[in-house]
């Protein structure tokens, strides 16, 4: 039982002594110690096997016994130790805490016997300085008082004075007593309700107002009033000449009487702009008829001029609303009279070039004075737009005329497919009235001189450009009576000469060049002109003009090239391919329209050097066009046997590498032709190559045949089925056989997403749409 007893009083004791980690971490700060019989994690097995590590330490169990024993004993000493000195610490604290209470309670009273004492050592000091402060008030008054009368009698003396040498006309005292009588009538704003200080007011303001009106009369009659009247327009530079004149006059003579913050000079010179524009604008409008383009132009440049001077010798801050507006010294670079723009004939150089879009020094700030003298010509400017309009009229009638005279360019030159010298001169002259105008008017003028622009563009576009380009019986692409009546099976096509291929190339270039110049004159008009008319300059319909005459150049160059290589295509399908015995070289048809290729398109690429991209648009549309072309007469060459087949693939692999070389056939330097151009040739020879293939191959047996077909062409058409099998020269019964079965085996339409690709398929293809058109040309020439 005492085991068991023994056993719960450690278990409590231990519960007892497990203390809280934050608790055992403020004791080992406390009191730090290295001892393990101090941590919290105590293992007295291990603090054993420390203690008794080998079996040999085992013979030291009895002093280390003894030294356990010694040091609980000296522990159980210490602890009795501070329990009996902890035993008066309640007492002791009970008495500590009431002394304390009893100074603090001495405290206060102290702190309140001090408080007391100062509040009537205040009283004391207030009672002492009651008379001081009456003093010091008395003597403030008393101080205010004299000033005040000082300042009334400096007043009253000045404003005598004042209204004495304003009679006597005594202006450089006035100048400095109405300044000191100003600052001493300051001092009475407060005072303004004693009727004796208002009345010295109302005499000061009657003074100024009397000063004022003596002054100008002086001025009037000291200042020559000859000149005033403003005569017609061909005299207007000797006007500006004379305000120079009495400018200089007026500072040499005048202009120490003024300070110089009035601006009195820029204030005479706004004035005469504001009284010339008036008159200048009374006298047109009652002579605008007499009005000319010379001698309005004239008067609008030495205005213009005027205004610049103008600009160079004042800042321009009595501008707005006659209020002075502070301005620093410009610095030069703003000046744009003094900045170092480009000339007329820079920007003249700039536009030949087509350089318009190259970048221009920022624009420099506008001029104050414009317009203030010249706005006046803005009603009249009409007489200018009408000018340019006549002007445009007789230079586009001189480009049709010279270019009659001088004939197309002549080949082999360096004038072949090179930019007409018209159009350099058009757009060099638009600059010149683009500038020109700008400098009149950033406002409707502006408008309708783009108007103009326009029309004129558009009059290039068709007389020079169009209107040269040689004539062809299909050259709008469609289907005429006259064509059909004219044409012959196996006729030699009408070729272009090479002149008029350099003439066509020519055009071409030019209509490149007027569509970029342009679209740069359209961003230049839109910059000329004000923000709020941006949106009223529009040039797209002639850009799309110009466009139009690039996109028919190059129709023309592939009809042409197209044409030429008919009789040759029609030959080929004109020959007995049954009755092929051998495989040769390549056909006489095939050599001739290699031949056509290496007449025309090294005279094009030459002409077109400049402009590559339209070269490669010409080669697109050729390989468009003549592939499914040939194609369709493909499957005319009927029946074919099998040597006949292999001719024709051989043929045809001929025309393939003829055509993927087109871009730079007969050429020195070799190019790749573009990826989109081979791209084209490719898939289109290879369905005239696979055409071929499927003809070669036995229609036995027919599943075989059938499915090789579907395989090769990927064509569920079955008219194009229908004419391999009259190529391969079946008899009708074969072919209903051959047509039922390869209905049968067709693919059946995928549902969803899918079936939109597989219906393409039946779609139908190039070269049988060129087939019911050829189909309805007959039956046309039938019914003719």
């Known amino acids: 039982m005492m085991e068991e007893e023994d056993l719960e009083f450690v278990e409590e004791l231990e519960a007892v002594l497990q203390l809280t980690p934050d608790v055992q971490l403020a004791i080992e700060q406390v009191f730090p110690s290295q001892d393990p019989l101090d941590r919290a994690d105590f293992n007295a097995v291990?603090?054993?096997?420390?203690?008794?590590?080998?079996?040999?330490?085992?013979?030291?169990?009895?002093?280390?016994?003894?030294?356990i024993r010694l040091k609980i004993r000296r522990l159980d000493d210490?602890?009795?130790?501070?329990?009996?000195?902890?035993?008066?610490?309640?007492?002791?604290?009970?008495?500590?805490?009431?002394?304390?209470?009893?100074?603090?309670?001495?405290?206060?009273?102290?702190?309140?016997?001090?408080?007391?004492?100062?509040?009537?050592?205040?009283?004391?000091?207030?009672?002492?300085?009651?008379?001081?402060?009456?003093?010091?008030?008395?003597?403030?008054?008393?101080?205010?008082?004299?000033?005040?009368?000082?300042?009334?009698?400096?007043?009253?003396?000045?404003?005598?004075?004042?209204?004495?040498?304003?009679?006597?006309?005594?202006?450089?005292?006035?100048?400095?007593?109405?300044?000191?009588?100003?600052?001493?009538?300051?001092?009475?704003?407060?005072?303004?309700?004693i009727p004796q200080i208002r009345q010295?007011?109302?005499?000061?303001?009657?003074?100024?107002?009397?000063?004022?009106?003596?002054?100008?009369?002086?001025?009037?009659?000291?200042?020559?009033?000859?000149?005033?009247?403003?005569?017609?327009?061909?005299?207007?530079?000797?006007?500006?000449?004379?305000?120079?004149?009495?400018?200089?006059?007026?500072?040499?003579?005048?202009?120490?009487?003024?300070?110089?913050?009035?601006?009195?000079?820029?204030?005479?010179?706004?004035?005469f702009c504001h009284v010339t524009r008036t008159e200048l604008a009374k006298i047109m409008r009652t002579r605008a008829k007499e009005i000319e383009v010379k001698l309005l132009l004239f008067a609008i440049q030495r205005t213009t001029n005027f205004e610049g001077f103008l600009a160079k010798r004042f800042s321009g801050c009595t501008l707005t609303d006659g209020a002075l507006k502070k301005l620093e010294s410009p610095p030069p670079s703003t000046n744009p009279f003094l900045e170092d723009e480009s000339t007329p004939e820079m920007e003249e150089l700039a536009m030949e070039k087509g350089d318009l879009d190259q970048p221009k020094k920022p624009k420099a700030p506008d001029n104050p004075f414009h317009g203030i003298v010249s706005k006046c010509f803005e009603p009249h400017l009409y007489v200018y737009i009408e000018s340019q309009d006549k002007?445009?009229?007789?230079?586009?009638?001189?480009?049709?005329?010279?270019?009659?005279?001088?004939?197309?360019?002549?080949?082999?030159?360096?004038?072949?497919?090179?930019?007409?010298?018209?159009?350099?001169?058009?757009?060099?002259?638009?600059?010149?009235?683009?500038?020109?105008?700008?400098?009149?008017?950033?406002?409707?003028?502006?408008?309708?001189?783009?108007?103009?622009f326009q029309k004129y563009l558009r009059e290039y576009a068709w007389k020079i450009l169009s209107g040269n380009l040689p004539k062809t019986t299909s050259s709008s692409g469609g289907l005429t009576i006259s064509s059909l009546l004219?044409?012959?099976?196996?006729?030699?096509?009408?070729?272009?000469?090479?002149?008029?291929?350099?003439?066509?190339?020519?055009?071409?270039?030019?209509?490149?060049?007027?569509?970029?110049?342009?679209?740069?004159?359209?961003?230049?008009?839109?910059?000329?002109?004000?923000?709020?008319?941006?949106?009223?300059?529009?040039?797209?319909?002639?850009?799309?003009?110009?466009?139009?005459?690039?996109?028919?150049?190059?129709?023309?160059?592939v009809q042409d090239l197209d044409a030429a290589c008919d009789p040759a295509?029609?030959?080929?399908?004109?020959?007995?391919?049954?009755?092929?015995?051998?495989?040769?070289?390549?056909?006489?048809?095939?050599?001739?329209?290699?031949?056509?290729?290496?007449?025309?398109v090294p005279i094009i690429?030459?002409?077109?050097?400049?402009?590559?991209?339209?070269?490669?648009?010409?080669?697109?549309?050729?390989?468009?066009?003549?592939i499914p072309k040939f194609i369709t007469h493909l499957f005319k060459c009927k029946p074919i046997s099998m040597v006949g087949a292999e001719q024709l693939l051989l043929d045809t692999h001929s025309l393939k590498m003829v055509l993927l070389d087109l871009p730079s056939i007969g050429s020195q330097v070799v190019r790749k032709a573009p990826a989109s151009y081979t791209k084209i040739v490719v898939k289109g020879m290879t369905r005239a190559e696979m055409i071929l293939k499927v003809v070669m191959a036995p229609h036995e047996p027919s599943v075989v045949f059938v499915d090789n077909y579907i395989k090769l062409l990927t064509d569920c058409?079955?008219?194009?089925?229908?004419?391999?099998?009259?190529?391969?020269?079946?008899?009708?019964?074969?072919?209903?056989?051959?047509?039922?079965?390869?209905?049968?085996?067709?693919?059946?339409?995928?549902?969803?997403?899918?079936?939109?690709?597989?219906?393409?398929?039946?779609?139908?293809?190039?070269?049988?749409?060129?087939?019911?058109?050829?189909?309805?040309?007959?039956?046309?020439?039938?019914?003719?």
């Open 46 to 67: 291990e603090y054993i096997n420390t203690l008794f590590p080998t079996e040999q330490s085992l013979a030291n169990i009895d002093e280390v016994v003894n030294k």
């Open 78 to 193: 210490n602890i009795r130790t501070v329990v009996r000195g902890q035993t008066n610490v309640g007492q002791d604290g009970r008495q500590a805490l009431e002394e304390a209470q009893k100074a603090i309670q001495q405290l206060f009273g102290k702190i309140k016997d001090i408080k007391d004492k100062a509040e009537k050592s205040e009283q004391m000091v207030k009672e002492i300085t009651r008379d001081i402060k009456q003093l010091d008030h008395a003597k403030r008054h008393l101080t205010t008082s004299i000033t005040t009368l000082n300042h009334l009698h400096m007043l009253a003396g000045g404003v005598d004075s004042l209204e004495a040498m304003t009679r006597r006309r005594q202006y450089g005292e006035v100048a400095n007593l109405l300044q000191g009588v100003m600052n001493v009538l300051e001092h009475f704003h407060k005072y303004m309700g």
């Open 200 to 271: 010295l007011s109302e005499r000061v303001k009657a003074a100024q107002t009397e000063l004022g009106q003596q002054i100008l009369a002086d001025f009037e009659e000291a200042f020559p009033s000859q000149g005033t009247k403003v005569a017609w327009l061909d005299k207007i530079d000797r006007r500006y000449a004379w305000i120079k004149r009495q400018l200089v006059d007026y500072e040499e003579k005048f202009g120490r009487m003024f300070p110089r913050e009035w601006y009195m000079t820029e204030r005479i010179a706004v004035e």
């Open 391 to 452: 002007n445009l009229g007789e230079l586009i009638d001189r480009f049709v005329a010279d270019f009659k005279a001088q004939g197309p360019p002549k080949p082999n030159s360096d004038e072949g497919g090179a930019v007409l010298p018209s159009c350099a001169d058009l757009f060099v002259y638009y600059k010149k009235c683009m500038v020109q105008c700008s400098q009149l008017s950033t406002g409707e003028p502006m408008i309708a001189l783009s108007t103009i």
């Open 486 to 557: 004219k044409e012959k099976e196996g006729s030699e096509a009408a070729k272009f000469t090479l002149e008029e291929l350099c003439l066509i190339c020519s055009i071409l270039s030019t209509a490149e060049y007027c569509l970029a110049t342009t679209q740069q004159l359209e961003e230049k008009l839109k910059e000329k002109v004000d923000i709020s008319l941006t949106e009223r300059i529009n040039l797209t319909g002639e850009m799309d003009t110009f466009s139009t005459v690039i996109s028919n150049s190059i129709q023309l160059l």
């Open 569 to 600: 295509l029609t030959a080929m399908s004109k020959m007995q391919w049954q009755n092929v015995e051998h495989v040769g070289d390549q056909s006489p048809y095939v050599t001739s329209v290699i031949l056509h290729i290496k007449q025309n």
């Open 605 to 626: 690429r030459d002409n077109l050097a400049s402009t590559r991209k339209y070269f490669t648009q010409f080669c697109i549309k050729f390989a468009n066009s003549f």
């Open 717 to 784: 058409n079955t008219e194009t089925f229908q004419k391999i099998l009259d190529m391969k020269g079946l008899k009708r019964s074969e072919q209903s056989s051959m047509l039922e079965l390869f209905r049968q085996r067709l693919p059946t339409p995928p549902a969803g997403p899918e079936a939109s690709s597989s219906l393409s398929l039946l779609a139908p293809t190039p070269e049988q749409e060129s087939s019911r058109i050829r189909k309805l040309e007959k039956l046309i020439k039938k019914r003719l």
